[in-house]
């Protein structure tokens, strides 16, 4: 019983600590949160030993771990180089999270992952009666995203049928605030929730065809946006088509290739934006790591949630929202998890462990530096944001961003040039340069930012 009230904890403070940092949609949430699993997995493989994940476990971690070794070795192609490298910090996070569950979390409860769904909406909803705003990532408080905040009350209600019927009074909060949310691709993945429930003999043809309506839906509706996302994203994976364009890089080829001065940095479906950066290997092993659940689970109520995140993920950009998706994977895992557990060898546990927790503390030291650059360069303490700026540097020497704030602090021409060598498809680096260099240098970044931005900001 103890077990079982700390692995629930555990998870509580997980996914309400990833909701509450934006949704989990920066990078220093997903590196404290891999830090924190890291050492979690150490401890207990040294202190309590850790369990066999069985076949269906044992493959859907290889799948997790193929996922964020393609993530990083899309590098190595990509336009973006830089990108491919944040993007497997946060995938990282996600296959940890299902080693944790299946290595060391022998008794997690799913009123656990309800209880933190319950905690966000109610913390939503305390901020919708206080007044908090009206815009989109305002009203949708702390996970500042309206879909996915809905998609968080689904999968806490989708789970609640099989909690004694004394817990079902948390479905309360969860209605409430899906309908304030009016998310229809929440209401649709719920929809499929429903149907995998009720015939779960059915599960993976139900959440096949859901996926496959969605992503029909915005030319069956016409004029949604999401048509011009998708079709920027289908000339990426045209041009890309064994490897895709690296992991990242679909905002910029939206920048260039869009037909509508619409902004964004996703293509708001996980699986074409997969196809487009990742190609068709990289979106066989997503489409993985929701059938190897949806065909291992024999309880109803994991196989809806794992239908359900996998549903609203055809049209929104759930995947890069941790807070949103980490309670999913811990369906998954609990879906995937052997019903007798049998304790395993340490073999590379210690070792992988200890190394996943180095590479965390590493990522983490940069991105801290980076995210105090730019906090002193908002603040207009420039001389903090340079020295913030050059650590950053060092810690992450792969990334334009801390270039980024030392031209922006520094006025420094040879800071944006070199950030632009890092990454050249981002013409908000050339603009930079353009704006500060002279002579043949700034018509160069003119004529670049030009290319790389034709219907301009």
């Keep these: 019983m103890g077990e079982s009230w700390a692995a629930g904890l555990a998870a509580v403070a997980l996914v309400v600590g990833l909701a509450g940092e934006n949704g989990g949609f920066d990078a220093l949430s997903w590196n404290r949160a891999l830090l924190g699993l890291a050492v979690v997995v150490l401890l207990c493989a040294l202190l309590l030993g850790v369990a066999r994940p069985g076949r269906p476990g ?122 304030v949310q009016h998310s229809l691709g929440a209401y649709a993945a719920l929809a499929v929730a429903a149907v995998v429930f009720a015939a779960p003999r059915v599960r993976l043809a139900a959440a096949a065809i859901g996926v496959a309506l969605l992503l029909a839906s915005p030319y069956v509706v016409g004029g949604h946006e999401r ?53 068709p290997i990289g979106l066989t092993l997503v489409l993985l790591v929701f059938a190897i659940p949806l065909a291992a689970t024999r309880r109803r109520d994991l196989a809806a949630g794992v239908a359900a995140y996998a549903v609203a993920a055809a049209v929104d950009f759930d995947w890069e929202l941790a807070g949103v998706t980490v309670p999913a994977l811990l369906v998954a895992a609990l879906a995937v998890t052997p019903a007798r557990r049998r304790p395993a060898p340490l073999g590379a546990v210690v070792p992988v462990a200890a190394a996943i927790g180095a590479a965390a503390l590493l990522a983490y030291a940069g991105n801290a530096k980076l995210a105090a650059a730019q906090d ?77 931005n034709p219907l301009g900001r």
């Design 58 to 179: 044992g493959a859907w971690l290889v799948v997790l771990g193929a996922l964020t070794a393609w993530t990083s070795a899309s590098y190595l192609w990509s336009s973006s180089p830089a990108s491919a490298l944040v993007e497997a910090q946060r995938v990282a996070l996600y296959a940890a999270v299902g080693a944790a569950v299946l290595l060391c979390a022998r008794r997690l409860p799913t009123a656990a992952i309800v209880a933190a769904t319950v905690v966000v909406a109610c913390w939503n909803l305390v901020t919708q009666l206080r007044g908090v705003g009206s815009t989109t990532g305002a009203s949708a408080e702390p996970v500042g995203y309206a879909n996915g905040l809905a998609l968080l009350c689904v999968l806490g209600l989708v789970l609640l049928p099989a909690l004694p019927r004394r817990t079902w009074v948390a479905a309360v909060p969860l209605a409430i605030d899906l309908v």
């Design 227 to 279: 048509q011009h996302y998708w079709h920027v994203a289908a000339r990426e994976a045209q041009a890309q088509p064994v490897l895709g364009g690296g992991a990242g890089t679909f905002v910029n080829w939206w920048v260039r290739e869009r037909d509508v001065p619409l902004q964004t940095e996703e293509a708001h479906s996980l699986y074409v934006e997969t196809l487009a950066e990742l190609g």
């Design 376 to 452: 002193a360069a908002r603040s207009g303490d420039f001389p903090r944001a340079a020295a913030e700026a050059r650590a950053a540097r060092t810690w992450m020497p792969y990334s334009p961003q801390p270039w980024l704030v030392l031209g922006d602090v520094t006025h420094d021409a040879d800071a944006y040039r070199r950030a632009a060598e890092l990454d050249p498809a981002d013409w908000l680096l050339w603009q930079r340069l353009a704006g500060v260099a002279h002579g043949q240098l700034r018509r160069l970044a003119e004529s670049r930012t030009a290319q790389l």
